[in-house]
């Protein structure tokens, strides 16, 4: 059954240091998404991915991050400057179509910025 | 009203039981819902897809209420291995997605 894979499962950074997160979604999957969620928080939705840009973003994806689909089976979220508060498990998602097709989650990365 | 509001639960209830989740969302203009089992510290795993009225599967069963704005999960004949935290999931926009806050569940023997 195909997954989405995301690398590394576990991330420590230096406040201010640029991390990068991976995932590789579904194959046939067009719409990819990162979440973060705080430890104990429910999860939220940081931006949405579409043919090459971005489709939409919550007021958390500010300048410090950035998506990009390098190339035509990886999708990256980099956080430039980390935060104390950028600490949490970052969750990669696709789906087939948009909106209204359901979403299949990574096993996430876990940021800890120290 | 916030977007997508659940009762965060715990709700601890005996094998066998039947347990119901309901969730309320503010935004009319959705479409579609989608409940997800959470593990702790785990992602989010698709549960049931709600398009219409409602929506079974095995023991589970979703159902919809348009004219009051919310979705319910219905789960009989609870299993120890239905605990777990359950998240709503609505649309906020046509790209977006909304969590609730979840609904904590454990199953006792």
């Known amino acids: 059954e195909p997954e989405v894979t995301q690398t590394p499962s576990h991330q420590v950074t230096q406040m201010g240091q640029e991390v990068i997160l991976r995932c590789v979604p579904i194959s046939n999957h067009l719409y990819f998404y990162w979440y973060r969620q705080i430890l104990g928080q429910k999860v939220e939705f940081l931006v949405s991915?579409?043919?090459?840009?971005?489709?939409?973003k919550s007021e958390i994806f500010d300048d410090q991050f950035s998506v990009e689909r390098p190339d035509g089976s990886n999708f990256t979220l980099k956080i430039r400057s980390t935060k104390l508060e950028d600490s949490a498990m970052y969750f990669c998602?696709?789906?087939?179509?948009?909106?209204?097709?359901?979403?299949?989650f990574g096993p996430g990365t876990r940021l800890t910025v120290l | 009203r916030k977007e997508v509001e659940q009762d965060p639960g715990p709700f601890n209830v005996p094998e066998g039981a039947t347990v119901a989740f309901n969730c309320t969302y503010s935004n009319s203009a959705s479409q579609s819902f989608f409940w997800y089992r959470q593990d702790c510290r785990k992602e989010p795993k698709l549960l049931m897809s709600v398009y219409s009225s409602g929506n079974e599967d095995g023991r589970f069963t979703a159902q919809l209420n348009r004219a009051s704005q919310y979705i319910s999960l219905l789960i009989r004949d609870s299993k120890l291995s239905d605990s777990a935290t359950y998240l709503c999931?609505?649309?906020?926009?046509?790209?977006?997605?909304?969590f609730g806050t979840g609904t904590r569940l454990k199953v006792l023997a």
């Open positions: 998602a696709s789906s087939l179509g948009q909106g209204y097709n359901e979403q299949f």
């Open positions: 999931v609505a649309p906020g926009g046509t790209y977006k997605y909304i």
């Open positions: 991915f579409y043919n090459n840009e971005i489709s939409e």
